[in-house]
């Protein structure tokens, strides 16, 4: 029996957070707000991930906008209203020993759709919790799909202003992390993308144009963020479509990311145009794994591995070999709540004083037993 943890169980400070182990739970929208509120059910969810050990949780895409929601049941940062539920949520977490971190986003075009269980489409116009979504330029997100209105220089400074004042909530709710959502056709990462932004304009008539607004929304919340406080980015490496992002545009991202402060790239992948990310794809999100790598290697920025990840010998594997800093999970803890525990024995830990954000889920065990 070791007491000597290693690899995926090895403590890692990003700045002046120290995580106990290198298992995050992957940011996942519960789609159980109203009015953008967080309520009892955000509460119990993150509360029963905690306590299974993992060394953190990234609460699910928030919006820092009305406009900016997938939905209209997901949660919202663009009110003080919003502060005192989301820092219940920081609470359960902090109380099982786990860090809380918090998506900030903005769904762009892809929002004002109905939950998944609903079908997921656009709201059909009318609908009066429908909004007009916008974007870079006036393109759909897919056929059928409502055109978004194009976003002028005044709305490009009031988005800016909306990521400030959301980071500066979050901060008050008493989160220890902040990551930018930069991914997954969501508006950030639909102004990177040629495939979504035809501007002509200083954000977009080239690659550097396009990566304007993203670095410029990551320097501001940099400035507002304590600096002791880590900046995570969620980027789809890749588009997965013709003549869409590379992984040589996200290193130069990247690039610019670590010049404006940011400390970690969380490697996702796809989602700017249908079927190109998540469950879609199933194994080859594996792949994504190979880029935290490759961007860890060139740019000497800390990555989170995302995607496709099931199996302990997985996470130990990403974490053991380099290819990753942190390891996010996000099915598999919605389907087995005792992975993190799984990790620890498959790494030879089964001593809960070794690790102790597993307390519980050996104790969970024993007392299954």
């Known amino acids: 029996m070791s007491r000597a943890p290693a690899g995926l169980f090895t403590p890692l400070r990003i700045r002046g957070l120290e995580f106990a182990n290198r298992l995050v739970l992957s940011p996942m929208c519960q789609y159980a707000a ?23 949780a990234v609460v699910e895409a928030t919006a820092i906008l009305p406009e900016g929601r997938i939905t209209p049941a997901c949660l919202g940062l663009w ?21 809380a971190g918090i998506q900030l986003g903005h769904a762009g075009r892809k929002g004002a759709c109905a939950a998944p269980w609903d079908g997921g489409a656009p709201l059909p116009a009318g609908q009066a919790d429908r909004w007009q979504p916008v ?24 988005l800016r202003a909306a990521y400030v004042a959301a980071a500066r909530r979050a901060i008050a709710a008493g989160f220890d992390f902040i990551e930018l959502h930069g991914a997954h056709g969501y508006l950030l990462h639909s102004f990177l993308s040629p ?15 396009r990566m304007r607004l993203p670095l410029e929304v990551a320097r501001g919340l940099r400035a507002a963020m304590p600096d002791a406080m880590p900046l995570f980015y969620r980027a789809s490496c890749i588009d997965r479509v013709a003549g869409g992002l590379t992984l040589e545009d996200t ?44 961007l860890r290697a060139e740019t000497g920025l800390a990555t989170m591995a995302v995607g496709g990840i099931h199996a302990p ?12 800093d942190l390891v996010a999970v996000g099915t598999e803890m919605l389907r087995a709540f ?24 050996f104790h969970n065990r024993a007392a299954r037993g």
């Open 34 to 56: 109203r009015d953008g509120l967080a309520g009892d059910w955000h509460v119990d969810h993150y509360a029963h991930m905690a306590m299974s050990g993992l060394g953190a």
């Open 79 to 99: 009110d003080e209203a919003h502060v005192p539920g989301l820092a219940r949520i920081v609470a359960a977490l902090h109380r099982h020993g786990a860090r």
């Open 135 to 158: 974007a870079p330029s006036a393109l759909p997100h897919a056929p059928g799909w409502p055109v978004p209105r194009a976003l002028g220089l005044a709305d490009l400074a009031a």
């Open 195 to 209: 495939l979504s932004n035809r501007r002509e304009d200083g954000y977009g008539a080239c690659p550097e144009a």
């Open 251 to 294: 290193l130069r991202l990247a690039e610019g990311l670590k010049e404006a402060g940011v400390d970690l790239i969380d490697c996702s992948a796809g989602g700017i145009a249908p079927g190109t990310n998540g469950a879609a794809l199933g194994a080859a999100l594996t792949g994504q794994h190979g880029m935290a790598a490759r």
């Open 313 to 324: 010998r997985q996470a130990l594997d990403l974490i053991a070999q380099g290819q990753a």
């Open 338 to 361: 005792d992975f993190p525990r799984r990790c620890a024995e498959a790494a030879g830990l089964d001593d809960p004083d070794a690790v102790q954000p597993l307390r519980y889920a």
